[in-house]
């Protein structure tokens, strides 16, 4: 099994910025890919961006191109989701999601909530 832990959330103005931080623990070593989802009062969950756990192959949603950034530190475990130009509509409880190798399923954290002012 593998456990996730997000953190980082909080309340920031519009334009600004935040640093999301999801730490795994457990089979680690069995982690294919990282991602970000986000969710939303009412809406479906979302994906917002994926990393390979290796490193260097990376997916965005259109909505997040060129302000969002997804990042690993494999020696810490942790994946990162580094949040510029803030919107209001990227306002939701941000999930982190590991997949496994060899059919190995999936893991969600509890998810942090972000709140952009505007």
């Known amino acids: 099994q593998v456990q996730l832990v997000e953190s980082g959330g909080g309340l920031v103005q519009a334009g600004g910025s935040l640093r999301l931080s999801c730490a795994a623990s457990?089979?680690?070593?069995?982690?294919?890919?990282m991602a970000w989802f986000r969710q939303a009062p009412g809406k479906e969950r979302a994906f917002v961006a994926a990393?390979?756990?290796?490193?260097?192959?990376?997916s965005y949603a259109d909505s997040v191109k060129g302000r969002f950034t997804i990042s690993t530190d494999n020696a810490k475990n942790t994946v990162f989701l580094q949040m510029n130009s803030l919107k209001p509509e990227d306002s939701a409880v941000y999930y982190c999601?590991?997949?496994?190798?060899?059919?190995?399923?999936?893991?969600w954290g509890q998810g942090t909530q972000v709140t952009v002012s505007s």
């Open positions: 999601k590991a997949d496994m190798s060899n059919l190995g399923g999936n893991y």
């Open positions: 457990g089979r680690t070593f069995s982690i294919y890919t």
């Open positions: 990393i390979r756990w290796s490193g260097g192959s990376t």
